[in-house]
């Protein structure tokens, strides 16, 4: 701003705003005459075609109900007195109520146009360019009976001209009107700013000498006058208070070895104060940092008791199966040693203990995730490298391992994915997002629902991105809630079990181990859902190995 005010000047100032309101006002006032007269000139040639069309076209009448095309174009040649006519049709109507080109006069020089048979519409009214004027007009016999059309082709040379020179004149008094306006506003700006210059020359002077005895004077004209007074007032109460200054110094010389005194008692007090106040600081810095590590511990027992909870189900659940399979491994070690065993109980021990083996390694291989996902809440990527495997088959296996817990409630999930669709991704986030989400809406939407329904739809957006439409039927979110549903230690169910970190690892998961995007949309009562999107790679099963498919 400083910058800006020393290079602006009144006289500049004055020349630029009076010369540009000047421009501006002859800019528009020559704008609007010059279209005002090329719109009359326009209106004028058009009113000419219109006239010429109209008498050529009643002259021609008995020409065309006698069929006298030879002798019509004789008479045409009259036109070649009109400078502005270039050429001249004459079409017949027959009885299909076609046209039939009758007649024509071409202006000598000027080349034939083809037939306009076409554009008797749209040249109904002249139609003016930047070189000729075209108008089509019908021609009627007696009792209004349409024998035929006449075409008007004429030159708009007159009219161009007309608009350079109306162009011209209009510059020249422009330039005209900018050079008396420029020489006025100098006269102007100099009357204005010539008193100025006088006062700043004073104030120059002064603020040299420091002598505030000098005066300005009255100049004449009544604004400056003003302030001249103003300044004059202003040197007169500067050289007064000058005076008393001087008269004040000795007093305050007096006074500042009293006031030194006590500004070092003063200061004396205020070190005190300064130790005081730091010492107090330095307390409310320890009592801070105190409640911050007892937030995190209790933020770490919220964790620790998440992952014990989550980890003792599929642990429990593994223990339960293998328990099972030593009992009915005493039974059948009993049969064989007592020689009772039977075939049919053999397979029979074979398949359970198959299913048992199967409920063992993935309960086993659950709780390694779910370590492994409640460890992903510190770090900012998964380690999983990219495979590739069959979507459907990866939501049947997630729904197996997660089978020990929904046999214990009565709830519906519906998969829709294309048993074809085979993607490169990295299954074990997929497979943690999945249970998380679950597993939230059986904790918490149906928390008091008896039966609820989970749709889960996957279908791929392009080649490039899939998308996974997660809804239920539950309870949904609270609108408080479900704008920090993502952040850590979110949760309704603190004290009883929950950790508020399931959804916070899904939004992880799904923004860094799977460079995706997640969104909820939920209303109290009406359930919830989930769109998640993220980059995969689209494979065709065809070319797959066998040993690939999974």
Known sequence: MPNTAKFLSIKSLIIWVVMAITSLSLIVASSVNLFSQISSYQAELKADVTTLAELIGNSAINALQLDEGAELEKNLLVLSA???????????????????????YNKAGIAPVKAKFEQTNDLSNPVVTSEVAEIIRPIFAEKNELIGYIYLRASAEALEAHISRSIMLTLVVFLICIAICFFLTLKL???????????????????????FSNRAEPNGIKELDILIDAFNGMLERTQGHMQRQANAEQEYRTLNVSLEEKVNQRTMA?????????????????????????????SLGDMVAGVAHEVNTPIGLGVTASTMMLDRLADMRKGFEEKTLKASALAKFIAESEENLNIIYRNLNRAAELISSFKQVA?????ENNRTFSFAKLMEEILMSMRPKLK???????????????IESKAGPINQIMINLIMNSIIHGFEFIEKGTIDIDIVMLDDKKICITFKDNGEGIPEQLRKRIFDPFVTTKRGQGGSGLGMHLVYNLVTQGLNGSISVQSETGKGVEFKIIFPVKRINPANLPRSAIF
């Open 408 to 422: 214990r409630v009565d709830h519906e999930i519906v998969i829709h994915c294309a048993d074809d669709l085979y």
């Open 82 to 104: 009109a400078k502005i006519i270039e050429n001249v049709h004459l079409y017949k109507v027959i009885d299909n109520n076609t046209l039939d080109f009758f007649a024509s």
């Open 379 to 383: 770090v900012d990527q998964s380690s």
């Open 189 to 211: 700006q100099s009357a204005i700013t010539s008193p100025i210059q006088i006062l700043v020359r004073l104030v120059q002077r002064i603020t040299r000498q420091k002598d």
């Open 270 to 298: 205020l070190k005190e104060a300064n130790g005081e106040l730091i010492q107090t600081l330095e307390k409310l810095h320890q009592f801070q940092r105190q409640m911050v590590q007892n937030e995190k511990m209790a």
